[in-house]
């Protein structure tokens, strides 16, 4: 059984996560689906062809090369489980945009907890970006870059 099926937390060894180089260009996806189940509005909401499946109960697939960073597929997952990772503007900060569906929404400039996928804190972080589609909103906080496999989450405390 692999871990995250015990935990309930997937690690950053259970999914595909761009190198370093790929990192140092610029906004990438990070897709953290695990579950085979019946699912591709990621794949259809891509417009550079990055996000690919075989069949439609697979795992996404992403071209870390053909990724823009452009977020659109942040928030058309229903699974909550697509971030962009930006560490290509700071030697000692990283952005991470990720989804957000709870009141209150932040705004831009305000300070919150970042919290890693067990809920717990990691640090205080910058709201520099918020965007909404449809009932999602999607989050972009700057962060530690020693963070930015652990930040998927968010508190706001108003």
């Known amino acids: 059984m692999i871990d995250y099926e015990k935990t309930g937390v997937v690690k950053k060894g259970d999914i595909d996560v761009?190198?370093?180089?790929?990192?140092?260009?610029?906004?990438?996806?990070?897709?953290?689906?695990?579950?085979?189940i019946p699912c591709d509005p990621c794949v259809a909401v891509c417009n550079f062809g990055a996000i690919d499946m075989d069949e439609i109960t697979d795992v996404p697939d992403i071209d870390f090369e053909e990724c823009t960073g452009c977020a659109l597929c942040v928030t058309e997952c229903p699974g909550l489980a697509i971030f962009v990772v930006d560490c290509s503007y700071s030697e000692e900060k990283c952005k991470v945009t990720?989804?957000?569906?709870y009141l209150p929404v932040p705004?831009?400039?305000?300070?919150?907890?970042?919290?890693?996928?067990?809920?717990?804190?990691?640090?205080?972080?910058?709201?520099?970006?918020v965007?909404?589609?449809?009932?999602?909103?999607?989050?972009?906080?700057?962060?530690?870059?020693?963070?930015?496999?652990?930040?998927?989450?968010?508190?706001?405390?108003r």
């Open 18 to 36: 761009p190198d370093d180089e790929r990192l140092e260009k610029g906004p990438v996806v990070v897709i953290e689906c695990v579950e085979n």
């Open 98 to 101: 990720m989804p957000y569906e």
């Open 107 to 129: 705004e831009e400039g305000d300070e919150v907890t970042a919290l890693n996928r067990k809920g717990e804190e990691v640090q205080k972080a910058k709201v520099t970006n």
């Open 131 to 157: 965007r909404q589609s449809g009932k999602t909103y999607a989050l972009t906080l700057e962060i530690d870059k020693e963070n930015v496999w652990d930040v998927r989450g968010v508190e706001v405390k």
